[in-house]
Every structure is written in C-alpha cells, then in structure tokens.
Nanobody, 124 residues
Framework: VHLVESGGGLVQAGGSLRLSCVTSGLTGDDYALGWYHQAPGKGRKGVACITHDDDSTDYKNSVKGRFTISRDKDTNTVFLQMNNLKPEDTGIYYC??????????????????WGQGTQVTVSS
C-alpha cells in the first residue's frame, strides 16, 4: 500500500487549503481512508475519515463544519478540503488507510498504512 500526499502550505487564518492523497495497492472494498493531524510536539490524531464501500464519513469535533473529506474512485484519490483554517490547525497532515474498518472506528485508532505527510502552517 502506497499513499502520497500533496497540497500543504502556508495560509493565513480564515483561509483554505485542499490536500490530496493518491492511493495505490489497496485491494477489495473493505477498508477506510483518513486524514490525521500531528500538531507540533503532539501525537497523531484522526480528523476526518471515510469508509470506502459506502462513503460514510466521520469528523473530529474541532473540524466539523470546516473540513470535508471526499474521494475520487476513478483516480484513487482522497481529498481534505480545509476551510476557515485556524492557527491550531497547524501541523503535519497524514493520509492513512486500514482494512476492515469503518470511518468512525478508523478515526479513533492509528491505522496500519501511512503517507509521508504534508505540512500545513496557519498564520494568525
């Protein structure tokens, strides 16, 4: 399984960014994809997850209404649209995948497969 993120950068508070993650090597339909945030000096936490077979989603409370996870099955790409960004959203964002999970359960754990991460910096 290979996950490659892109789309990070520097943005002012209130701005938007769209992260992309191209996936390869995932087989079948029983898996979930997610985006994880690692703030400076902190551990990784799930912020948005999506179930592959039914597109059900789950979000961390702090990003609900601001972030949207979506997928393009034709290109094997998962996106994270981030609006109204806040300084506390700063950190590294990782794309992740895990078999045999739904979106809700995936966002509560640290999955098996990870991308290399992309840096997001939100200035105040």
């Amino acid at each position: 399984v290979h996950l490659v993120e892109s789309g990070g950068g520097l943005v002012q508070a209130g701005g938007s960014l769209r992260l992309s993650c191209v996936t390869s090597g995932l087989t079948g339909d029983d898996y979930a994809l997610g985006w994880y945030h690692q703030a400076p000096g902190k551990g990784r936490k799930g912020v948005a997850c999506i179930t592959h077979d039914d597109d059900s989603t789950d979000y961390k409370n702090s990003v609900k209404g601001r972030f949207t996870i979506s997928r393009d099955k034709d290109t094997n790409t998962v996106f994270l649209q981030m609006n109204n960004l806040k300084p506390e959203d700063t950190g590294i964002y990782y794309c992740a995948a895990n078999y045999h999970l739904t979106a809700m359960s995936m966002c509560e754990i640290l999955p098996d497969y990870w991308g290399q991460g992309t840096q997001v910096t939100v200035s105040s």
